[in-house]
């Protein structure tokens, strides 16, 4: 399974920014993604989950009323839309695949990582 992730790059605070994250290698579909993010020197923070249908999602506190996980099962692909960006949400966010279809609730149950896209607001 590859993950690709991309989108980002440099956006003012307030703006948004839309990041894709590709997959191959299996069914996707049938399994569930998530978006992570990480700053340098910090632990990966969970952001965003979605179920393999992508008619439930949840998210961290932080991207509640903010970003939008979505998917697009005939395209392979996970999307998070981020709105009302701040300089606090400058660092580089990667997606991941479970290999179950049901929604996680947090960080942990995934499998599958994929390389990361930097994501700059800038003040």
């Known amino acids: 399974v590859q993950l690709q992730a991309c989108g980002g790059g440099l956006v003012q605070a307030g703006g948004s920014l839309r990041l894709s994250c590709a997959a191959s290698?299996?069914?996707?579909?049938?399994?569930?993604m998530g978006w992570f993010r990480q700053a340098p020197g910090k632990e990966r923070e969970f952001v965003a989950s979605?179920?393999?249908?992508?008619?439930?999602?949840y998210y961290a506190d932080s991207a509640k009323g903010r970003f939008t996980i979505s998917r697009d099962n005939a395209k392979n692909t996970v999307y998070l839309q981020m709105n009302s960006l701040n300089p606090e949400d400058t660092v580089v966010y990667s997606c991941?695949?479970?290999?179950?279809?049901?929604?996680?609730?947090?960080?942990?149950?995934?499998?599958?990582w994929g390389q990361g896209t930097l994501v700059t607001v800038s003040s």
């Open positions: 991941a695949a479970s290999d179950l279809p049901h929604l996680i609730y947090g960080s942990t149950g995934y499998k599958y």
């Open positions: 979605i179920n393999w249908s992508g008619g439930s999602t």
């Open positions: 290698g299996r069914t996707f579909s049938r399994y569930a």
